[in-house]
């Protein structure tokens, strides 16, 4: 296991009811920058509430609402070119993670000079943000409570993750029942990316990091029990609760931490969805199984065997076996859940496999199998 130093500063105030602790915001000023993507909140009456409880403590609000479900660059500086007008103290999301990611470089990007896409491209220029508050409304991303934020510029194709200890919320409200009104499509596709966050986490080349392994397990355990469950029964308390919380601890770097590794398939997700404007969650359920597939062999057989025994409870002794289980068990998993299997189904053709190849394998360096440009193109052309 590596030396690590572990610190989340963030206040989580979870169950029914809770967003009454937005009255805690008067701690950091009198004029929050409220962020939301579109009608939902408003449908649900999230908005309503949370206006209510705000003008009662008596904060001035100002609003950035329209925030994409791949969070644009444009979003984030007119919500900059807001802080910086208004004089703003804090910054409040309420929404999903793309709304929270969009807030968070906002918050950044209130405190720099310059255009805040260089905090995009450049984690290490981000030297302070407001203190960033938010609501969550759809479990998948885990940004209520980690570092990270990704940002797109379509104009560039370009999709960008970015990270820094002042991204971390100052406090985040996670009400379970708030995700009741989730389609089945978000429902999926959170759970998929949730999954995502565990596997890029727990398949590592750290040896002896048992404490982090075991947690990913019981997360994928969850994930894996509760994910059907969630979609056929949306308004399931316990299943909604249990996601939302274990989404919260696959990327707070409860299993990172002392474990890193560099992640890869986001890196390819993040090219699709830069040039396609794809659901995250559904891009990654697309292309893990596939890179399991590609990362297989007899060195990582162990890894992948451990993983079907212990998540999957696979009672096969060889090694490769078990392995082969275990991903055709990931596979048929996605499948139930509804989520499409190939790149065909959401658009996506040879185009730009190329280029997209060459800029996601610049993020897959040290990952638990390193992968080239065409290793990338190949596990693409698996998929399609």
């Known amino acids: 296991m590596n030396n690590f130093t572990y610190s989340i500063p963030t206040k989580i105030h979870f169950g029914k009811g809770q967003i009454s602790h937005l009255d805690e915001l008067v701690e950091s ?28 403590t008596g904060l001035q609000v100002f609003e950035l609402s329209g925030v994409e479900p791949n969070p644009k660059i444009e979003s984030v500086r007119k919500g900059v070119d807001i802080c910086k007008k208004e004089d703003i103290d804090m910054v409040l999301a309420i929404g999903g993670g793309s709304v929270i990611d969009c807030a968070k470089v906002v918050a950044a990007g209130a405190c720099y000079d310059k255009d805040p896409w260089d905090l995009v491209i450049a984690p290490y220029r981000i030297k302070k943000a407001l ?40 406090m985040s409200i996670l009400d379970p029942e708030y995700t009741f009104s989730v389609s089945k499509k978000q429902t999926a596709a959170g759970t998929a990316d949730m999954i995502s966050h565990t596997f890029e986490n727990y398949f590592t080349n750290v040896e002896h990091a048992d404490v982090q392994a075991r947690f990913a397990e019981g997360l994928l355990k969850t994930f894996f029990h509760y994910g059907p469950i969630a979609l056929e029964h949306p308004d399931n308390y316990d299943a909604r609760a249990n996601l939302m919380w274990a989404a919260s601890m696959a990327i707070n770097g409860l299993i990172e931490n002392g474990a890193e ?29 596939h890179w399991m597939d590609f990362a297989l062999n007899e060195k990582t057989a162990k890894k992948f065997a451990e993983y079907g025994r212990n998540v999957w409870g696979i009672l096969i002794d060889n090694d490769m076996e078990a392995a082969k289980s275990a991903i ?12 499409p299997q190939t790149l065909t189904e959401v658009g996506i053709d040879r185009k730009y496999f190329d280029i997209m190849a060459e800029k996601a394998a610049n993020g897959c360096k040290g990952s638990f199998v390193p992968l080239s440009k065409e290793d990338i193109i190949s596990i693409f052309e698996a998929a399609l």
């Open 29 to 56: 000023g009198k004029k929050v920058l409220l962020v939301y993507g579109g009608g939902s909140i408003k449908r649900a009456g999230i908005y309503d509430t949370a206006m209510s409880i705000l003008k009662e």
């Open 131 to 170: 203190p960033i508050y938010s609501v969550l409304t759809l479990a998948a991303t885990g940004s209520e409570m980690d570092k990270f934020a990704v940002i797109s510029d379509m104009s560039k194709n370009e999709k960008w993750g970015t990270a820094s200890e002042y991204l971390k919320p100052k």
């Open 261 to 289: 590794v560099a992640w890869c398939v986001h890196p390819m997700e993040h090219e699709l969805s830069a040039f396609y404007d794809i659901t995250h969650g559904e891009g990654l359920a697309i292309l893990t199984p």
């Open 328 to 339: 055709a068990a990931t596979r048929n998993f996605f499948q139930k859940m509804g989520l």
